[in-house]
Nanobody, 126 residues
Framework: AVEVVESGGGSVQAGGSLTLSCSIS????????MAWFRQVPGEEREGVAV????????IYTDSVQGRFTISAADAENTVFLQMNSLKPEDTAMYYC???????????????????WGQGTQVIVSS
């Protein structure tokens, strides 16, 4: 069975930093892209950052551009989300997702992601 393991969430004051980690194991398929999404209760889930594992190309939502960095580890199917200058509005449940659709630009289209983690909570206090 495919396992998606996220870690690194927690509570931090505004202006602080956190690093989220995500590892995927058990898949028979090559990952095309991995991404972080986030969701606040009562709101739709939104894409935060995406990385295409072959090219290293990244995409960020405007609100985190310049503050967050998504990167891939040397270990297969492992990505990080370095979050700096955190703001209270970054408070959300953060989900890791992966797409096995090679050659498809999954970007931040949730429907194109095959594997999802359970989420890790990030709380930023003012």
């Amino acid at each position: 069975a495919v396992e998606v393991v996220e870690s690194g969430g927690g509570s931090v004051q505004a202006g602080g930093s956190l690093t989220l980690s995500c590892s995927i194991s058990g898949s028979a398929y090559t990952m095309n892209s991995m991404a972080w999404f986030r969701q606040v209760p009562g709101e739709e889930r939104e894409g935060v950052a995406v990385i295409y594992l072959n090219s290293g190309a990244t995409i960020y939502t405007d609100s985190v551009q310049g503050r967050f960095t998504i990167s891939a580890a040397d270990a297969e199917n492992t990505v990080f989300l370095q979050m700096n200058s955190l703001k209270p509005e970054d408070t959300a449940m953060y989900y890791c997702a992966a797409s096995v659709l090679l050659g498809v630009r999954s970007d931040m289209d949730e429907s194109l992601y095959n594997y999802w983690g359970q989420g890790t909570q990030v709380i930023v206090s003012s």
